[in-house]
T-cell receptor
């Protein structure tokens, strides 16, 4: 089983601050996905990264896939209360999920 | 297009009762996944199907849990008998042939008293 470790587990910041969360593994992945889950809902896909070193931007969110395709990061610029949620990474042929980073952005 | 549909949305039952959760995947998707989510254990993969065939059920906690997919548009997850520790939110998700993007249903919140 390919395990994904996410850090930090919890993050609480003020509106306007920047933040980075991480997804790490000892295994190589052909692709990694990032999801966001809001309370009472299922996870929703944000992005898929496929190529080592790849950087993808989604408005204020920047996703990077490590050169060795073992890790990924998500950077949020000028966080807003609407960014609050559980951020999950997933990968592997059977789509296993990390434990997630629970982000709270205070107004 | 309708997304993944799960029913019921909420289920409250007593210990020892049988519970059946239902899922209708997105039409045309080849993969179907069942997950369980709790605060303590996060999102755990229970079982997944490819073209209605169970591929990996190593995440199923014990024999009390069973899952079926009789056709491409319907799957069930059954717990018999249920126990309080089974209380969780159960998600169904489906994906296309590449299995690299999962679309989740709204989940079933199960409470076993």
């Amino acid at each position: 089983t390919q395990l994904l470790e996410q850090s930090p587990q919890f993050l609480s910041i003020q509106e306007g601050e920047n933040l980075t969360v991480y997804c790490n593994s000892s295994s190589v992945f052909s692709s990694l996905q990032w999801y966001r889950q809001e309370p009472g809902e299922g996870p929703v896909l944000l992005v898929t990264v496929v190529t080592g070193g790849e950087v993808k931007k989604l408005k204020r969110l920047t996703f990077q896939f490590g050169d060795a395709r073992k890790d990924s990061s998500l950077h949020i610029t000028a966080a807003q209360p609407g960014d609050t949620g559980l951020y999950l990474c997933a990968g592997g042929h059977d789509m296993r999920f990390g434990a997630g980073t629970r982000l709270t952005v205070k107004p | 297009d309708a997304g993944v549909i799960q029913s019921p949305r909420h289920e409250v039952t007593e210990m020892g009762q049988e519970v059946t959760l239902r899922c209708k995947p997105i039409s045309g998707h080849d993969y179907l996944f069942w997950y369980r989510q709790t605060m303590m254990r996060g999102l755990e993969l229970l079982i997944y199907f490819n073209n209605n065939v169970p591929i990996d059920d190593s995440g199923m906690p014990e024999d009390r849990f069973s899952a079926k997919m009789p056709n491409a548009s319907f799957s069930t997850l059954k717990i018999q008998p249920s126990e309080p520790r089974d209380s969780a939110v159960y998600f169904c998700a489906s994906s296309g042939w590449a299995a690299d993007t999962q679309y989740f249903g709204p989940g079933t919140r199960l409470t076993v008293l």
